[in-house]
């Protein structure tokens, strides 16, 4: 029987189940009860965020940025291109206008080069996005930013764990965004967090994450009634979510590990591929600790990157691509602008392949999908 590798695979800590029925002991199910208030001081403690706050998705977690932050109609955010449609949404949202720069060749991260030439005088914010949990070059994108009064959100969706100079990404800029989807390393089905690194937002966040009131000012005793206070959503998960994330956030430290170890293995047995031009392998900074997100390799330019996915496919490999460049898709068109020719957002989309990586993945599954690949690159080059 054909052997079939999954591109990604959850794991458990073991203690998701248990942690869900103490939720249901404590007969609190909505939002910001006891597993919420944990798991949010644990994401602190764990990041040195000052103020962090749960939400149902990291895609929540962009849009309160946005609330946050005031964008309005005609203002101008610059991003990558190479992102998810999240980021750019939220913008859209609020009548912004998302403004797709080019990436860089090697951490596929936005061209810190390319932002100052981008701005103008409705620039109101920077969004940098952390690929594959590699840090962008952010002592650059925040002098820019104080230079020219800018915000930055830091969407760091796939970095749970990961630094830029033993800073914690989402933990640089302004306000940092988390996904604990199923796909990410650190996960609790769907959800998110919103890290605040500025107090002058702490209040505005809790009222926008609560439908607008300041029901968390109630829920802590400090009024005896709330109220509406502002526009909002409900942005909150629920407790069994929040107790079923704390597991995962407990041994997220040994998580991270775990996945290194397989994406070093990748890393080492795909150097002579690289030596023979037939891939390109990640690259990360010396000044950054990832956290093993994503194993990619960028196909040479001679090669026909769906062909390889399909006959990888065929031997139960599921490899997979990754984003449609947003400035290229018919939203991005319609709500985004674009600066200059995205030569490296385009070469990246046409030739990434991601390798499964899960916890579990062992080396003899690894030297499968590795010499599979081998040979494919070899007879179709």
Known sequence: MKQ???FNKIYLTGNEISYIKKALKNDHLSGDGFFTEKTQKTIQNFTGC??????????????MSALILNIKEGDEVIMPSFTF???A?????????????DIRKDTLNIDETLIEKSITKKTKAIVVVHYAGVACEMDVVMKIARKYKLSVIEDAAQAYGAKYKNKSLGTIGDLGCFSFHESKNIICGEGGALLINKPKFYLAAEIYREKGTDRTKFLRGEINKYSWKNIGSSYLPGETTAAFLLAQIEKATWINNQRLKIWDYYHKKLFKLEKDGLITRPFVP???????HIYY???SKKLDRNLILRELKSFGINAVFHYIPLDSSFAGKAYG?????????????????RLPIWIGLNKKTQDFIIDHLESILKINS
């Open 337 to 353: 602008k674009t600066l200059g020719v995205l030569n490296n957002t385009k070469e990246t989309a046409s030739h990434i392949i």
């Open 4 to 6: 079939k590798i999954p």
């Open 89 to 101: 949404n939220a913008i859209c949202l609020r009548g912004g206008i998302p403004v797709f720069v």
């Open 286 to 292: 010396d000044v950054c600790i990832h956290n093993a």
């Open 85 to 87: 449609t999240s980021t």
């Open 50 to 63: 000052p103020k962090v706050l749960l939400t149902h998705s990291c895609t929540a977690a962009l849009e």
């Open 297 to 299: 390799i960028l196909v």
